[in-house]
């Protein structure tokens, strides 16, 4: 089909169940309640030996924004490198100056030392002053691929943006939707953007096995779970989607 499904995931289980759904490409992060951090290198080995499909690692080294200091784009240095001795297809970065602009020396500093890799400029694009010149200057430092959801919280509130994202890209960088797609708008947002790749969770909460539970006691976490409940990629969503993408 001519449309690509890459679905974000911050476990095994939600990798594997992405892959079995029919997803094309897997996006793996740590942290997704604080957007995505890099995951640890025993997960990205994991994951790289379970999935026969594509591979993306987020590269970000800590929550927050996406000013970095001297230190913290050394670590992203690095865990760069891994990815590419891991056997990583890609990398998602994202980097802005304090003005707002895209950092443009240092993406592009990265997006070198990532070859053969592929990269993805994330949703740091978001937060950008300009997205027009912002996605000129991405389109100039090599990366493969913008997410974004147009500048909104989500793609049904960004899409009017995106597609004019999406035209101004032509075939110089693909423009992928993420943040708020489901089975119930992923039809009409390829249809109101004209993007090609689709990025989303797909996710559902799960209960945990745990007999014994200590009631009370919170570890951190997002509101409305405690630790006997967790988030994890629903292949019977990931499949409906795929469906519905196959019959645009």
């Known amino acids: 089909m001519k449309f690509k499904l890459e679905i974000c995931v911050d476990s095994i289980d939600s990798a594997i169940n992405a892959q079995v759904a029919g997803a094309h490409r897997i996006e793996l992060c740590d942290n997704l309640q604080e957007g995505g951090t890099t995951p640890s290198l025993g997960m990205i080995a ?11 690692v987020i590269i970000r080294p800590r929550g927050g924004d996406f000013l970095y200091s001297d230190t913290e784009f050394d670590i992203m240095r690095r865990d760069i ?17 304090n003005d707002g602009s895209v950092d443009t020396e240092r993406t592009s500093k990265l997006v070198e030392l990532a070859q053969p890799m ?17 996605l000129q200057e991405i389109i100039e430092t090599g990366a493969s691929r ?3 959801s147009g500048q909104k919280n989500i793609v049904p509130e960004g899409a009017a943006l995106i597609k004019q994202l999406v035209r101004q890209a032509g075939n110089r960088i693909i423009g992928m939707p993420g943040s708020g797609l489901d089975e119930s708008n992923i039809e009409e947002m390829a249809k109101q953007t004209g993007a090609v790749e689709f990025h989303l969770t797909g996710r559902k909460t799960i209960e945990s096995s745990m007999i014994f539970r200590r009631e009370g006691i919170r570890m951190g976490g997002i ?7 967790r988030k994890v990629a629903d292949p019977v969503k990931i499949k409906n989607i795929v ?6």
């Open 223 to 229: 509101a409305g779970m405690t630790e006997y409940s």
């Open 146 to 148: 913008l997410l974004t």
């Open 81 to 97: 490198e891994i990815c590419g001795e891991a056997g990583v297809e890609g990398v998602v970065i994202g980097i802005l100056r």
């Open 46 to 56: 994991s994951v790289r030996a379970n999935l026969s499909i594509g591979l993306q």
């Open 243 to 248: 469906k519905i993408l196959k019959m645009i």
């Open 118 to 134: 592929n990269v993805t400029f994330h949703r740091a694009f978001d937060l950008c002053s300009d997205p027009f010149r912002g």
